[in-house]
């Protein structure tokens, strides 16, 4: 089974519609998105309702600035830009929209894989997996071989073989049976890894491949938006240098 990833797309409907021209060109069974719908970006109703249509429920899991704009996890430690965004986002949200993500779940096991916004462990904490050493922490909170997580915005493939030694990979990988992953796949509408384009995963079941794709959005059309609602010019400012 072949399988689009998805996760962080932050309100940024331009990335988001980017990445879906490109993910109607690909071959695939199932969509799944890892969360964090809305937060930072301009635009948290239109992408809700686009994720809505296109992802089967229980394969969509919440982040935690989904749980944020509708009151179900702390906020206190969002720096003041993410705070001052969540706040908005909330204010805008439809009552429909709201308690879409209030349904939301933020891990889920599929088909013989894991997936999390965040991390295995304490999914709904929030930790992030940044590292080899919250990587082997991980590997011991899932049962699968694979787990699929978004949350730091930044793509990595990490591998554990089945001498616990960890190695880290990035881009196209042909993965090891005998071998556990936690495969990152980053960001579609805020990159962190210092490449601006929207990032996606393509995992193929029965080839064993795993690719993370980059695409390029119109990032002018989403900082003006950004700005235009009022909200921090960093939100803006950060998407040109995918940080």
């Known amino acids: 089974m072949r399988y689009v990833i998805l996760s962080d797309v932050h309100g940024n409907l331009e990335a988001l519609q980017a990445v879906i021209d ?62 001052e965004a969540i706040l908005w986002t909330g204010e805008c949200l439809t009552e429909k929209n709201i308690g879409y993500l209030r349904g939301l779940k933020v891990d889920l096991t599929y088909e013989g894989l894991t997936f999390a916004h965040s991390s295995p462990k304490e999914p709904d904490k929030w930790h992030y997996i940044m590292d080899i050493s919250d990587a082997i922490e991980n590997f011991d909170f899932f049962d699968t071989r694979i787990c699929f997580v978004g949350h730091s915005h930044i793509p990595i493939i990490i591998e554990k073989d089945s001498t616990g030694d960890i190695n880290i990979y990035n881009g196209e990988k042909r993965l090891n049976s ?54 921090p010019f960093q939100l803006a400012y950060r998407l040109a240098y995918g940080r």
């Open 22 to 83: 490109e993910i109607k060109r690909l071959r695939y069974e199932k969509l799944v998105f890892l969360g964090d719908i809305v937060g930072y970006g301009a635009n948290p109703n239109e992408v809700i309702e686009i994720i809505r249509s296109l992802v089967d429920r229980p394969l969509t899991l919440a982040g935690n600035h989904d749980y944020a704009a509708i009151g179900l996890t702390d906020i206190s430690y969002f720096n003041s830009s993410a705070m």
């Open 178 to 231: 005998e071998c556990r992953y936690i495969i990152n796949i980053g960001s579609v509408g805020q990159p962190r890894d210092r490449d601006p384009r929207s990032s996606f995963a393509v995992y193929d079941s029965e080839t064993e491949t795993i690719e993370i794709k980059r695409v390029s959005y119109d990032i002018a059309e989403a900082q003006e938006k950004i700005l235009e609602k009022g909200l």
